[in-house]
């Protein structure tokens, strides 16, 4: 009887002891329904700078609007710009596990870049060229 208590218990102290163990072991290797990430997601450092300078551009669009820099219809057209961007951007981060290759991000910056430059030209702030014996600004200049 003694041996059949001692059993018992062994097997109950090694349940106890395993149990957690192959719960982290399966938590590891296999996720639940409920704890997988969505694909399209979009992770990453180019991500998430692509996405501070899509949020940057933004806020200079309302703040040009917002100070009569540019017209209702200057703001609409380069918000659109900047949606189409953001949304090839999720495309492309979707379709490749929520990353953006190197090519597709440099593309896609440049773009924000066009977009942004245009905001700088439409209020007047765009880039100096030259010795600045003309007035400086381009186009404006």
């Known amino acids: 009887m003694r041996t059949s208590a001692s059993f018992k218990t062994a097997t109950l102290a090694a349940v106890l002891i395993v149990a957690p163990l192959t719960g982290a072991y399966a938590a590891g290797h296999h996720k639940g329904a409920l704890e997988a ?11 998430e700078a692509l996405i501070q300078q899509l949020q940057g551009v933004r806020h200079g669009i309302v703040d040009a609007r917002q100070a009569n820099n540019i017209s209702p219809a200057v703001a609409q057209r380069l918000e659109m710009r900047t949606a189409r961007i953001s949304q090839a951007a999720e495309k492309i981060a979707a379709s490749d596990h929520g990353r953006i290759p190197a090519a597709q991000y440099h593309d896609l910056l ?32």
């Open 37 to 47: 990430t969505d694909p399209t997601d979009m992770t990453g450092p180019r991500v």
């Open 110 to 141: 440049r773009r924000l870049d066009n977009v942004d430059q245009r905001l700088r030209v439409d209020t007047g702030s765009g880039f100096l060229m030259g010795d600045g014996a003309d007035g400086g600004t381009y186009p404006n200049g």
